[in-house]
């Protein structure tokens, strides 16, 4: 029976005695076409969370806009997405015919989120179309829940640099939402994944060596992401400022750890394990985003004591 699964996500599923028991449930869920339910889902979002990769294997996250509709699914077997990404965006010069995309559908207010990624099939001036590879859904864990509307913005300048940088770390330590990109070569099971990560304000921790560290908490246990990161540590990274429209893409590299591996890791509550995230070139795109949100209602499941 062909594997759902890489060898990364088989090396990590493994280590924490799942191996068997995700294998037959992702054998059921993840798909080579959309539900109908998942097509109507797409149709319903203002935005849309994008994974690409450069030339160099570097993967980035984005995020693409537009009114309801804006995205949607000619048949079971594609997506089309009728927005285009603005110029200063790394994506814009990742969507050449056959390139790899993770899309993320994510419905804030009712906490729904699908996933599917694949190649780039169509590309042309009003948008692009991607062909289904994997198609699933995921539970609605850690996702703070925010009601959105429409809201004219000025879009501000770019500004960038490399490493940790004041300009963008106060947004980070307030954040309770992290969009993360990363991506496996293999052609038959890899492809390029983009993930929601949630947790209480400032979740995601600054330590004094210069890293971000991620809390990893109880999840559905198939380890898309760090399977990816286990080889290919190389990830793009996505915080979207909820009040200005400001987004942040950060190049980075990660590396896993898991309780008792070592010394000195940072304690975060309800952390299973933790990624280490040291931050290379970014990118602070002031007031890209037309959404306004309102205030978070947070998750149940968010972990107490942060």
């Known amino acids: 029976m062909n594997s759902p ?8 599923q493994a280590r924490s005695g799942v191996r068997e028991k995700v294998e037959d449930f992702g054998s059921r869920v993840i798909r080579d076409h959309m539900l109908e339910q998942h097509r109507e889902f797409f149709g319903l979002l203002p935005w849309l969370l994008v994974g690409s990769v450069d030339e160099s294997g570097q993967p980035h996250a984005s995020v693409l806009w537009g009114a309801p509709g804006f ?9 089309r997405i009728n927005a285009r990404p603005e110029a200063d965006d790394p994506l814009d010069g990742n969507l050449e015919p056959d390139s790899r995309l993770g899309l993320l559908g994510l419905e804030l207010p009712t906490r729904r989120r699908n996933r599917m990624n694949g190649p780039v099939v169509e590309n042309d001036d009003g948008g692009f179309t991607v062909a289904v590879h994997q198609s699933f859904g995921n539970c609605p864990k850690y996702i703070q829940a925010r009601e959105w509307r429409p809201e004219q913005r000025s879009s ?3 500004e960038q640099g490399k490493g940790l940088d004041q300009r963008w770390l106060d947004l980070v330590s307030r954040s309770d939402t992290l969009f993360i990109a990363s991506q496996h070569s293999d052609p038959l099971v890899g492809g390029v994944d983009v993930s929601h990560r949630g947790g209480p304000a400032g979740f995601v921790r600054l330590s004094n060596d210069g890293q971000l560290w991620l809390p990893d908490y109880s999840g559905n246990l198939m380890f898309n992401t760090l399977g990816n990161l286990l080889l290919e540590p190389r990830c793009g990274l996505l915080w979207v400022d909820f009040t200005t429209g400001d987004l942040l893409q950060v190049e980075a590299h990660a590396t896993i750890h898991w309780p008792g591996e070592s010394l000195g890791l940072p304690t975060l509550p309800g952390a299973e394990r933790l990624i280490a995230l040291r931050p290379g070139r970014w990118r602070l795109r002031r007031g890209r985003l037309p959404l306004a949100f309102d205030s978070a209602q947070p998750s149940p499941f968010l972990p107490q004591g942060l």
């Open 5 to 12: 699964f890489h060898p990364g996500e088989h090396s990590l």
């Open 71 to 79: 995205v949607r699914s000619p048949e079971a077997t594609l997506l």
């Open 156 to 158: 501000g300048p770019k």
